[in-house]
């Protein structure tokens, strides 16, 4: 019998985190499962430390490196379940969140059910646990172009949704999930669990999520994709709400890493929306500075603090 739900987990160099992400997917009440777990071309222990794990539901694939969008593809072409659940090898589920959210798919018409999470290792208690909003309202497209809130590992999702989607676009190294949420959940419903019940794990290897600057600007080329893919939406939501959702967030995330004194990731948000056009006198008064060098701008703010 094919398992109900297959768990997709790319790995990239991970052997010191995936026995901690695999032990997660062990512990879940709901067993009905496979993990589908992808080796991108690691060149440390990953593989051993996978091949010690003696469980029949956890099959292992090996390819040459080529990003997590490659992977998990790879892991969907290979994947039996009809539903699909994705894990980093760095990050962690709380025991009974396949089964709450596998409750919330069955229970309703939806193709994803989504949940709360929250970031574990981040330092002067920056974890504060957060549950995504309901997305199930009037103003559904209009939130969800401006912003999908919930992190690759805290959904699951009919499989025939995310095929008919396209998988994930391998031309992107942030955002990627975004893009594919986006198509399935503005065209399909899509289910809240408010529970936090998924663990993004913070540690002293890379992360895709340090570049603020990056996923910041990535986050607003794969709505300007979107709106190109999707003619019908873009005149649905109209120039005003695009601006809004594309350009009020670029600026907001400028300003976040702008107070938090990450002024090489703010310098590159605010340069990109100043070339757009956007913002009120005062915020190109802070925005300004930026096309000056960075010692002179450095300078300016030290005056007003």
């Known amino acids: 019998m094919s398992p109900l739900i297959s768990v997709i987990m790319p790995c990239y160099n991970r052997g010191n985190t995936i026995s901690k992400s695999i032990e997660s997917v062990l512990a879940q009440t709901f067993t009905n499962w496979e993990l589908v ?4 071309g690691s ?11 003696n469980d029949p539901r956890i099959v292992l694939y ?6 997590v969008c490659a992977a998990r593809n790879a892991g969907l072409r290979f994947a039996s379940g009809e539903m699909i659940a994705f ?27 989504y949940c709360g999470w929250k970031n574990v290792g981040l330092p002067g208690g920056q974890g504060e646990p957060f549950i995504p909003p ?43 999930d975004y893009l594919l949420w986006l198509k399935i959940g503005i065209s399909h419903p899509i289910a809240r669990v408010p529970e936090v019940l998924a663990y993004y794990h913070f540690h002293d290897g890379i992360q895709a999520t340090q ?12 709505q300007d994709m979107f709106l ?26 400028g300003f976040e890493c702008y107070w938090k004194r990450d002024m090489h990731s703010a310098r590159k948000i605010f340069r990109l929306v100043m070339r757009k056009g956007y913002g ?25 603090e």
């Not at 060149?43 to 794990?53: A, G, K, L, M, W």
């Not at 090996?62 to 990003?67: F, H, P, R």
């Open 228 to 253: 190109k893919q999707h003619p019908a939406i873009k005149k649905k939501l109209g120039h005003k709400a695009i601006r809004q959702s594309m350009h009020g967030e670029l600026l907001k995330r």
């Open 87 to 113: 894990l980093d090898a760095d990050d962690t589920w709380d025991y009974e969140c396949l089964k709450k959210l596998h409750h919330a798919l069955c229970n309703s018409v939806a193709s994803i059910a």
């Open 211 to 222: 570049d603020k600057a990056a996923i910041a600007i990535n986050h607003y080329r794969t």
């Open 134 to 176: 309901d997305y199930e309202t009037s103003e559904k497209t209009v939130l969800l172009f401006e912003n999908c809130r919930w992190p690759i590992h805290a959904c699951l999702t009919q499989k025939k949704a995310i095929i008919d989607a396209g998988m994930f676009n391998e031309s992107i190294q942030t955002s990627e």
């Open 280 to 304: 009120k006198l005062k915020d190109w008064q802070y925005m300004l500075p930026s096309l000056l060098p960075y010692k002179i701008h450095r300078g300016i703010i030290r005056l007003y």
């Open 62 to 67: 090996s390819q040459k490196n080529g990003g």
């Open 37 to 40: 777990i992808v080796d991108d």
């Open 43 to 53: 060149t440390d222990n990953s593989q051993q430390v996978i091949r010690h794990f």
